[in-house]
């Protein structure tokens, strides 16, 4: 049985502009930063791989994300505003 061919970074981080880029907001870097930095693939042969990628956070998201965050200790970190039904 042929084994399919290796995927290799570059095809994933293209993959990842195609699906996922929006210029300004979702960004996918050409070169990795480092060799191996972008694209990380788990030994157990899942079909695909994580690909590193820039979101753009303005000023004034970052300075309201406090409001949301929980500091109990079985807590996870941010939580979405409660539902106002």
Known sequence: ????????????????KRQYARDGEIEIDD????PGVTVSRNEDGDDG???????WVDNDSAAGAHENWCSEPDCDGVHDAP???
Do not use: G
């Open 49 to 55: 791989a994580y690909v590193l990628a820039w979101v």
């Open 83 to 85: 539902n106002e039904d």
């Open 1 to 16: 049985m042929p084994t399919a061919p290796k995927i290799t970074d570059e095809q994933f981080r293209a993959a990842a």
């Open 31 to 34: 070169q990795p930063p480092a």
